[in-house]
């Protein structure tokens, strides 16, 4: 399907999900990060998800009419003609940012409401400057409001405005929404699965940051500074075309990498030690994440190994409970199995397996889950639960698997371990037959590693 009829294909569902209603999804403003000038700008991932539209200042209406019958678009054919969701019973109507030729000069091209509507399948654009004139019109008979309530404060107030303006109207018939539904319990599920056009940018925006960190592993030595290793990897993302990283990047040597969200980044890397690096580009919206952890000096003792070796094995046996049919859960138990057993034979943890996991005393060395979502958020949405149970693992679903160990110095602690902080994470997607491993591109095994820092 050409790009434009995706994002209808997905308000056709939305829609259908909805019945009869109004949605409204704004897009993320603009955020100033000093005195005339603005963070890079990245848009709302649910808006982006329905719209591919890119610009900041815009907002998407859907109006779905439950007495028509929503049927799916069909495949697109020769020429350039935009089909209409109207007589789906679903009116997609856009509100953006008019062309100005004097601010293009200074901001770039915009599309403009008749641009926008002719790029992306829209039923109907108007200015953005109409928007609080035009949605008590919209809403006005409507039995429901779908929203993002909560989620922006500014934005609750102006829903208000409009909901009050209809009912404002009540003595000339005209009723007002009497429910308000929050429209990211439909969109989180929607977004959960991904299509085959998803899976595939994300897979790609796996390859360059599987890159990104190699190129880390063969520009790392010791007195180098943790930045210059992050600015190795940045350089990566960019080279090959992803638009930014998709998350603050960690670059943690030594007892940094103990600090799980450490991103001062600062510090130089010294001989002996290890570097703990988490890091993934956004490519198109969608991210990677990736985490590799690797001796600085290219060569592991013997302790390092060991718990290395450890987090390896048990990554590995949560990888093999990705699969369809396996609850949420199976990973991290399959994962804390290992590490628990693993904590007792290097005298980290003492008593018997079924003592360790019971009294939960593996989680002064392991103290996270060991994945979450991935797809356009790093902590993408969706439930992890459902009725009160795990939900299960479907193809489409993409996840991190990311077990880890982390061993600050203390008395009861074998020196040897102190400072030793390992996490080693890959993205997956579940597949019919099993999962994907979509960051096998960045070298894991201790061999491996070893072998490529050799020769850098």
């Known amino acids: 399907m050409h790009n434009f009829q995706v994002y209808q294909q997905r308000r056709l569902r939305l829609a259908s999900a909805m019945g009869s209603g109004v949605a409204v999804i704004p897009t993320a403003p603009e955020r100033p990060r000093n005195r005339d000038s603005h963070y890079p700008y990245r848009f709302d991932s649910y808006f982006h998800y329905l719209t591919g539209f890119s610009e900041p200042e815009a907002v998407l209406v859907l109006v779905a009419d439950a007495t028509l019958s929503p049927s799916p678009l069909p495949p697109a054919g020769e020429g350039d003609a935009v089909p209409s969701l109207r007589d789906e019973g679903v009116e997609s109507i856009l509100f953006c940012r008019e062309k100005n030729p004097e601010r293009e000069i200074w901001d770039g091209f915009r599309h403009g409401p008749e641009g926008a509507k002719e790029a992306f399948g829209f039923d109907e654009a108007h200015p953005i400057a109409q928007l609080d004139e035009m949605l008590p019109r919209l809403l006005a008979g409507q039995p429901s409001l779908h929203f993002h309530l909560g989620a922006d404060s500014a934005w609750d107030a102006r829903a208000v405005g409009w909901l009050n303006s209809v009912r404002e109207q009540v003595r000339s018939g005209i009723s007002a929404p009497r429910a308000i539904l929050d429209v990211r319990?439909?969109?989180?599920?929607?977004?959960?699965?991904?299509?085959?056009?998803?899976?595939?940018?994300?897979?790609?925006?796996?390859?360059?940051?599987?890159?990104?960190?190699?190129?880390?592993?063969?520009?790392?030595?010791?007195?180098?500074?943790?930045?210059?290793?992050?600015?190795?990897?940045?350089?990566?993302?960019?080279?090959?075309?992803?638009?930014?990283?998709?998350?603050?990047?960690?670059?943690?040597?030594?007892?940094?990498?103990?600090?799980?969200?450490?991103?001062?980044?600062?510090?130089?890397?010294?001989?002996?030690?290890?570097?703990?690096?988490?890091?993934?580009?956004?490519?198109?919206?969608?991210?990677?994440?990736?985490?590799?952890?690797?001796?600085?000096?290219?060569?592991?003792?013997?302790?390092?190994?060991?718990?290395?070796?450890?987090?390896?094995?048990?990554?590995?046996?949560?990888?093999?409970?990705?699969?369809?049919?396996?609850?949420?859960?199976?990973?991290?138990?399959?994962?804390?199995?290992?590490?628990?057993?693993?904590?007792?034979?290097?005298?980290?943890?003492?008593?018997?397996?079924?003592e360790v996991l019971e009294q939960e005393s593996y989680k002064r060395f392991y103290m996270h889950r060991t994945g979450h979502w991935l797809?356009?958020?790093?902590?993408?949405?969706?439930?992890?639960?459902?009725?009160?149970?795990?939900?299960?693992?479907?193809?489409?679903?993409?996840?991190?698997?990311?077990?880890?160990?982390?061993?600050?110095p203390a008395e009861d602690?074998?020196?040897?371990?102190?400072?030793?902080?390992?996490?080693?994470?890959d993205d997956v997607v579940v597949t019919a037959g099993g999962c994907e491993v979509l960051t096998h591109g960045a070298p894991k095994t201790v061999a491996e590693i070893e072998e490529l820092m050799r020769h850098a």
Not at 413 to 423: H, K
């Open 185 to 354: 319990a439909v969109l989180d599920e929607m977004r959960l699965i991904k299509d085959a056009g998803e899976i595939a940018t994300m897979r790609r925006a796996a390859e360059i940051s599987a890159a990104a960190h190699v190129r880390a592993m063969r520009e790392s030595r010791p007195e180098r500074r943790e930045f210059e290793i992050e600015a190795e990897l940045l350089h990566e993302f960019r080279r090959h075309g992803a638009q930014a990283p998709a998350y603050n990047a960690i670059v943690a040597g030594g007892a940094n990498a103990c600090v799980l969200h450490y991103v001062f980044n600062d510090a130089p890397l010294k001989s002996g030690e290890l570097l703990l690096i988490d890091a993934g580009c956004e490519l198109d919206g969608y991210a990677a994440d990736i985490t590799r952890t690797f001796p600085v000096s290219g060569k592991f003792s013997a302790a390092q190994k060991a718990v290395y070796e450890l987090v390896l094995a048990a990554q590995a046996a949560a990888i093999e409970q990705v699969r369809p049919g396996s609850h949420w859960n199976a990973p991290h138990d399959a994962a804390v199995k290992v590490l628990a057993q693993g904590f007792i034979d290097l005298g980290l943890c003492q008593g018997t397996l079924a």
């Open 375 to 408: 797809g356009m958020d790093v902590h993408d949405v969706g439930e992890y639960k459902q009725g009160g149970e795990w939900r299960t693992l479907q193809p489409g679903m993409v996840l991190t698997v990311e077990p880890g160990c982390y061993i600050r």
């Open 413 to 425: 602690v074998p020196e040897r371990f102190w400072n030793i902080g390992i996490r080693i994470e």
